[in-house]
């Protein structure tokens, strides 16, 4: 009530504001145009909240006159009617025309210069039209007799993009909406930029460059656009974009609105056909994001076969199995004629030779985390199918599954190919064997190196510990001095749970210490290539040691301080422990400003990189998924009551759960985990860090933690790895999570429903349902009803053969669903450092 009185006398202050403003300047604000109400020049028609401007307007520096809309004021125009013809002076009108049926604007010749162009038939004849700026922006004309709009802007676009507005194309007819550029920043006249929405089976948003496209968006999944890089995906809490259909499918069009009214955004191609979007809150702009950033984001910038990374030196590589189509040119940093196919395939063979003779059968290599290249052709295929129908089909040289689009295929040349650092989608490309082979020699000789691991790691270890005693001396002593300070200065409050106290109890005497010169050596310099991961900690890296051991480095960037309390406890934590069941540090290096974790490389990456992927997720039958589940319970256990210290990992997840080359499950990154001291049961924490969608309600909302937050985690770990389904996906268009999903179906006696496809087979059902009964005891909502880990893993093993009834489980509706994800798209790779603070997001 008060807040509305409050309201009322703001309204009044406002009316009574602008009322002295209209005195002082002179001029009556008009709300509409008529036949007897016309816009000279410095007047100006107003939507009725005020935001948005009719007038005359001039670019700096010209004596050109425009008739345009603004938002605010006149450096946010959004919309011109005269672009191509300027008034020279300031005698244009703008008014209705004689025979009452167009906006017209007029110079001082009463010639017009501008018109709606609403052809007359149109229009009821006796009827007198009026034009009105509406709140949204949008200039439109209406019959008075029958309050039809016969004209409006926004079918009519300048360069900007507004909530509301319709891009849209017409399969049928051709016709499309199209936003066009201005010529400068100075002259609204058409430009050689345009946006409009092109691919039309699977559409997707293009900047053109005149006819040659100079930008896509990658194809609408129903979600999101696939190819733009994940800092653009979920850029935005303010607005959803949407692409549909109308007319029975011939039309397609894409629109936005804004979810909270206090927000604003436009969207515009400017003159340089950039992207440019401004976002706004109660008037004030607080944001402008560039969509394209760099050369990678031209079309085709690397030409045919070409991709695009602009983290190589230089951008641009021909895909595996092509070679540049002219060598001199490439040479020179000229990409246009791009990459040909080094060897031919055996379809081809085939085909032209006639015989079947043809040598080995083609494959696929993997291109992770792409923008997919233009001209799909999607179906409805499943990724398995996908695959096949692309082998079978001699045109078919590279396919791609996303669970929105489904199966994606492509003939001919690849064009516009981009790899990302994170996010976007495997592609996988067409390889005649004989190029697969060269692959496969390589893959060989792994396999006699990870054979020869337990051995090498052992000589690894030797030899650094023989190697270098004096300086490792004075290493050791900078880590304990680092150790003690780190521990002092970093969030003082987590002192009683966390590092202090427990610093002496470690001793890392033992631990090896690595000289920078052999890791960077072992990395190549930690070049792009060996590049397996990127997190808040700074990047990971594959490399492989002198004597073949290969290793993975969490390399601490330089940049963040923020990092140096993770490393610091990683080394505290895990240093300590050994386990088959915990990845194992081999060292670590501190010189300088470089400090970095090594750990033996685990070859199977993740397991969400498995668990996840409608392809991979095969290779987990329901016996490797059961044990895969064993080995992490064991890991916890050991974690919470077999080692020297008492740990709680705090961001259990599955991308932290790694797989070595037997798929023996892993437990990774304990950046965030606290050692507990001798009777103490439970921590708190005002810094709540882990990932959302595992974090128990007491920790997430409390910032409480102990042991049965790790189980809250490892019950949800075990849900997903049972249904092969993220917590975080959508079930049944109602917005529930895993949780609820799986809770809803126990109370239906349906939970049957709940197993993954893959693994559903009458001879295991009992003992899956049985793991998903356990897993729902994990999950309960309230702390104390968790079985600890030791009890899970009795009840795994049968030891317990009556197992409780759960109680209902926290988090049942999926809430902030793609805050949740984005924190895992950056961070989802091998050995990657995963730290996701959910403090000041
Ligand atoms: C209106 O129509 C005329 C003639 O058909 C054309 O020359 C002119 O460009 C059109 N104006 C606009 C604003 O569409
Ligand atoms: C149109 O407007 C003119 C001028 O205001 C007025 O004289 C006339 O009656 C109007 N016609 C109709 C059909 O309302
Ligand atoms: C538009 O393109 C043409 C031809 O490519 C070029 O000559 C012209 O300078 C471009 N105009 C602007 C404003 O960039
Ligand atoms: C809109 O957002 C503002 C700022 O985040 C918030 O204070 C306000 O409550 C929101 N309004 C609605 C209707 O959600
Ligand atoms: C067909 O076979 C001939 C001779 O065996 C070989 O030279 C030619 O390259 C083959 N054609 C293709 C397309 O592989
Ligand atoms: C093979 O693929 C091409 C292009 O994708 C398609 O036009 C053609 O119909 C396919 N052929 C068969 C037999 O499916």
Redesign the pocket.
């Known amino acids: 009530m008060l807040g509305l009185l409050v309201q009322v006398n703001m309204l009044h202050i406002l009316f009574f504001i602008s009322t002295l403003y209209m005195i002082k300047i002179g001029c009556a604000s008009m709300s509409t145009i008529t036949s007897s109400q016309l816009i000279k020049y410095s007047e100006t028609i107003s939507s009725s909240d005020d935001a948005f401007k009719l007038g005359f307007f001039s670019p700096v520096n010209t004596t050109n006159r425009y008739v345009g809309i603004w938002y605010l004021n006149q450096s946010n125009i959004i919309w011109v009617a005269n672009r191509e013809k300027p008034i020279q002076d300031s005698s244009g009108v703008i008014t209705i025309s004689d025979d009452n049926t167009n906006l017209v604007v007029l110079n001082r010749h009463k010639h017009v210069i501008w018109s709606s162009n609403v052809s007359s038939n149109l229009a009821s004849s006796n009827s007198n039209v009026t034009a009105q700026l509406q709140n949204t922006g949008n200039l439109i004309l209406q019959e008075d007799t029958t309050g039809n709009i016969i004209w409006e802007s926004f079918k009519h676009p300048s360069d900007a993009f507004l909530p509301n507005m319709i891009i849209s194309t017409n399969q049928r007819t051709g016709e499309k909406v199209k936003y066009t550029s201005w010529k400068t920043p100075l002259d609204p006249a058409i430009g050689n930029f345009s946006l409009s929405l092109e691919r039309l089976n699977s559409p997707e948003v293009f900047v053109w460059n005149q006819t040659k496209p100079y930008w896509r968006s990658g194809p609408w999944n129903g979600q999101v656009l696939v190819g733009l890089p994940s800092r653009l995906l979920y850029a935005s809490d303010i607005l959803t974009l949407s692409i549909g259909r109308k007319d029975n499918g011939s039309i397609v069009e894409t629109t936005y609105t804004l979810l909270n009214s206090s927000f604003f955004a436009i969207a515009t191609v400017n003159s340089e056909g950039k992207l440019v979007y401004t976002s706004w809150m109660n008037g004030h702009q607080v944001g402008t994001t560039v969509v394209q950033e760099n050369e990678c984001d031209i079309y085709g910038f690397c030409g045919p076969n070409g991709s695009c990374d602009l983290t190589n030196s230089p951008i641009c590589t021909c895909l595996k199995g092509f070679e540049p189509r002219n060598v001199d040119e490439w040479n020179r940093q000229n990409w246009i004629s791009g990459c040909a196919r080094k060897a ?1 395939l055996q379809c ?2 085939v085909k ?2 006639g015989s079947e003779l ?1 040598g080995k059968g083609d494959g696929f290599v993997k291109l992770e985390m792409t923008k997919i290249p233009d001209f799909v052709q999607q179906s409805y295929l499943f990724a398995d199918a996908c695959r096949t129908e692309c082998l079978n089909n001699c045109s078919c040289v590279a396919y791609a599954y996303d669970d929105g689009i489904r199966c994606l295929t492509w003939s001919g040349n690849l064009i516009d190919i981009v790899r990302f650092s994170s996010g976007g989608i495997d592609l996988y490309i067409r390889q005649a064997y004989s190029e697969l082979y060269r692959d496969g020699k390589r893959n060989f000789t792994k396999i006699i190196i990870s054979m020869g691991v337990v051995g090498a790691i052992i000589f690894a270890t030797a030899s650094y510990f023989l190697w270098s005693w004096a300086s490792k001396y004075s290493a050791r002593r900078k880590i304990e001095k680092m150790l003690v300070s780190s521990t002092r200065q970093i969030h003082p409050e987590n002192r009683n749970a966390s590092l202090i106290g427990n610093v002496k109890q470690v001793k890392i005497e033992d631990l090896p210490l690595f000289e920078f010169q052999k890791i960077s050596t072992a990395t190549n310099n930690f070049g792009s290539p060996n590049k397996i991961g990127q997190g808040g900690f700074g990047s990971a890296y594959k490399g492989e040691l002198q004597d073949g051991l290969e290793i993975a480095v969490k390399r601490l960037s330089k940049a963040s301080g923020q990092g140096l309390e993770e490393f610091m406890n990683e080394v505290i934590v895990i240093s300590k422990l050994q386990h088959r069941n915990l990845v194992r540090l081999l060292g670590c290096c501190i010189e300088g400003e470089e400090k970095m974790l090594v750990y033996e490389y685990m070859p199977n990456n993740s397991l969400d990189f498995y668990l996840f992927d409608p392809i991979k997720k095969k290779i987990l039958d329901w016996q490797k998924r059961l044990y895969i589940i064993e080995g992490i319970s064991r890991g916890l256990l050991y974690l919470h009551r077999d080692s020297r210290l008492r740990i709680i990992h705090r961001d259990l997840k599955p991308s932290n759960i790694l797989l070595d080359g037997e798929l023996n499950p892993k437990i990774s990154d304990f950046g965030m985990a606290r050692i507990f001291g001798g009777s103490e049961n439970e921590g708190n924490t005002r810094r709540i860090v882990g990932t959302y969608g595992y974090m128990s309600p007491e920790y997430a909302m409390e910032g409480l933690f102990s042991e049965k937050s790790d189980v809250f985690s490892f019950g949800v770990l075990l849900l997903e790895i049972i249904s092969g389904r993220k917590n975080t996906s959508f079930y049944n268009h109602q917005a529930l999570t895993l949780l609820g999903y799986t809770w809803k179906l126990w109370n239906e006696d349906e939970v049957v429903a709940l197993i993954d496809q893959e693994i559903c087979n009458a001879d295991y059902v009992g003992n899956i349902l049985r793991c998903i009964h356990i897993g729902l005891l994990c999950v309960q909502e309230i702390a104390k009803e968790r079985p600890t880990m030791a009890t899970v893993v009795s009840m795994l093993n049968s030891e317990i053969v009556k197992l409780p009834h759960p109680s209902q489980p926290a988090f049942l509706l999926s809430q902030t669903e793609h805050r949740a994800d984005s924190g895992q798209q950056n961070n989802d790779s091998n050995n990657s450092v995963t730290v996701t603070s959910l403090q000041g997001r």
Request: aromatic letters at 16%; a neutral charge; hydrophobic letters at 0%.
């Open positions: 031919s081809e063979r032209y030779n043809g």
